[in-house]
């Protein structure tokens, strides 16, 4: 048997195995998530917490925000990463009192399930590698190269493409293992979304959305698994928050962004790469900052976008959640830079802090008046000019 195939069959069967069993069980995983998030949801409730669920790519830094928030007021904070597209479910259902997302909801959605959205924070996906000698950072991918690897073109890691915009650097005879996720993620949607934009067939043939029909590779459900998987086998690659980057072989690649320059995942390119936009209130915020222009801008940045019931029955759980992000916005920003994410400037928080006195009726949190007629919802919203977000 060929070395190199008998290699990655030892180490991917395992891998394979485990995915399976996800993908062999999707509905009853569905209705345990269902039901542990209800359980705990009612316990944090009882104990007067405050419970939420979505975004992977945003679990480090609400976990951060949250033991910070639970030493400062002593209100618990309960979060579930079970990705974006399931965390919007928990909330149309009132599960929870808040959802993360990645991907921002139109308007039209939001007002046909009475929910508002406004962003908190900015990362960016990087690609990761399990390559033996290759530390993070050197290592360097195009747009084109990822989407011929996801679309199983490119199969081996020393193939002439990659060793062409890799000069010098010694790179493995070894198979590529392409680890996406499986469940209904933000994550692949800001994923796809962007090699939509730098590749023609897979925009033909694949397109984007928090779930596509993968050419190869095999499934993660959470970014925490996606990275378990990377780590485990060698020659893997997959997509991950930058917080979830580890040690070598473990490590991001560098993307060349839309200008030509190869630039590094950081705070400073994320930020750099949503300032690209202009935000405001006027449509929810709603903005996608897919291979944004500039020098500086990473080419894959991440806005997470909290989502809250603008009529919900629940004032005390939608309150207590508008005080945890207002108290987020104005004082979490240390531990969010951290942990390499953006947060909003104090003129955009200001924004934020009228966008829910404005459409949440049931809302009043500490120094923001809350409206309570639908009249009175409609003037403010309409009527402010864009900024740049300056995360």
Same mark, same amino acid.
């Given at each position: 048997?060929?070395?190199?195939?008998?290699?990655?069959?030892?180490?991917?069967?395992?891998?394979?195995?485990?995915?399976?069993?996800?993908?062999?069980?999707?509905?009853?995983?569905?209705?345990?998530?269902?039901?542990?998030?209800?359980?705990?949801?009612?316990? +944090?409730?009882?104990?007067?917490?405050?419970?939420?669920?979505?975004?992977?790519?945003?679990? *480090?830094?609400?976990? =951060?925000?949250?033991?910070?928030?639970?030493?400062?007021?002593?209100?618990?904070?309960?979060?579930?990463?079970?990705?974006?597209?399931?965390?919007?479910?928990?909330?149309?259902?009132? =599960?929870?009192?808040?959802? %993360?997302?990645?991907? @921002?909801?139109?308007?039209?959605?939001?007002? +046909?399930?009475?929910?508002?959205?406004?962003?908190? !924070?900015?990362?960016?996906?990087?690609?990761?590698?399990?390559?033996?000698?290759?530390?993070?950072?050197?290592?360097?991918?195009?747009?084109?190269?990822?989407?011929?690897?996801?679309?199983?073109?490119?199969?081996?890691?020393?193939? %002439?493409?990659?060793? !062409?915009?890799?000069?010098?650097?010694?790179?493995?005879?070894?198979?590529?293992?392409?680890?996406?996720?499986?469940?209904?993620?933000?994550?692949?949607?800001?994923?796809?979304?962007?090699?939509?934009?730098?590749?023609?067939?897979?925009?033909?043939?694949?397109?984007?959305?928090?779930?596509?029909?993968? *050419?190869?590779?095999?499934? %993660?459900?959470?970014?925490?698994?996606?990275?378990?998987?990377?780590?485990?086998?060698?020659?893997?690659?997959?997509?991950?928050?930058?917080?979830?980057?580890? @040690?070598?072989?473990?490590?991001?690649?560098?993307?060349?962004?839309?200008?030509?320059?190869?630039?590094?995942?950081? +705070?400073?390119?994320? =930020?750099?790469?949503?300032?690209?936009?202009?935000?405001?209130?006027?449509?929810?915020?709603?903005?996608?900052?897919?291979? *944004?222009?500039?020098?500086? !801008?990473?080419?894959?940045?991440?806005?997470?976008?909290?989502?809250?019931?603008?009529?919900?029955?629940?004032?005390?759980?939608?309150?207590?959640?508008? !005080?945890?992000?207002?108290?987020?916005?104005?004082?979490?920003?240390?531990?969010?830079?951290?942990?390499?994410?953006?947060?909003?400037?104090?003129?955009?928080?200001?924004?934020?802090?009228?966008?829910? +006195?404005?459409?949440?009726?049931?809302?009043?949190?500490?120094?923001?008046?809350?409206?309570?007629?639908?009249?009175?919802?409609?003037?403010?919203?309409?009527?402010?000019?864009?900024? @740049?977000?300056?995360?």
């Amino acid at each position: 048997m060929n070395t190199k195939f008998q290699r990655t069959v030892v180490v991917l069967i395992p891998a394979l195995i485990h995915g399976m069993a996800h993908d062999l069980w999707p509905v009853f995983r569905c209705i345990a998530v269902t039901c542990l998030i209800a359980s705990q949801a009612l316990a +944090a409730q009882a104990a007067g917490g405050i419970t939420g669920a979505g975004s992977s790519f945003f679990d *480090p830094l609400v976990q =951060k925000w949250a033991a910070s928030y639970y030493d400062k007021t002593g209100q618990q904070v309960s979060f579930h990463p079970i990705g974006s597209g399931n965390g919007i479910d928990q909330l149309k259902a009132a =599960k929870v009192d808040f959802g %993360a997302s990645d991907m @921002p909801l139109k308007p039209d959605e939001l007002r +046909a399930w009475v929910l508002i959205q406004f962003p908190v !924070a900015a990362g960016g996906l990087v690609p990761v590698v399990n390559l033996d000698g290759i530390a993070a950072g050197q290592l360097h991918l195009t747009g084109a190269l990822l989407a011929d690897i996801y679309l199983g073109k490119i199969t081996d890691w020393n193939d %002439a493409a990659i060793k !062409a915009v890799n000069p010098g650097l010694a790179l493995p005879d070894l198979k590529i293992v392409v680890v996406h996720r499986g469940d209904r993620s933000g994550s692949t949607f800001n994923w796809t979304n962007y090699l939509c934009a730098v590749s023609a067939q897979w925009r033909d043939q694949v397109g984007s959305g928090l779930t596509v029909k993968w *050419p190869v590779g095999i499934n %993660a459900t959470s970014s925490q698994l996606t990275a378990t998987y990377v780590k485990r086998i060698k020659g893997a690659i997959g997509y991950v928050e930058l917080a979830y980057a580890g @040690p070598a072989p473990f490590a991001y690649a560098i993307v060349q962004n839309k200008s030509g320059a190869f630039v590094e995942p950081s +705070a400073a390119s994320f =930020k750099a790469a949503v300032e690209t936009v202009a935000w405001g209130r006027e449509d929810d915020f709603y903005q996608l900052v897919t291979n *944004p222009p500039g020098d500086q !801008a990473w080419p894959i940045p991440g806005v997470v976008f909290i989502l809250v019931k603008a009529d919900s029955k629940d004032k005390a759980g939608s309150n207590a959640a508008l !005080a945890l992000f207002r108290w987020a916005l104005r004082e979490g920003r240390g531990e969010a830079a951290a942990e390499n994410y953006g947060t909003p400037p104090p003129d955009l928080v200001g924004q934020i802090e009228a966008y829910w +006195a404005q459409n949440l009726t049931n809302a009043q949190v500490i120094g923001v008046a809350a409206v309570g007629s639908p009249k009175s919802r409609t003037g403010i919203v309409r009527e402010t000019s864009s900024l @740049p977000l300056g995360f």
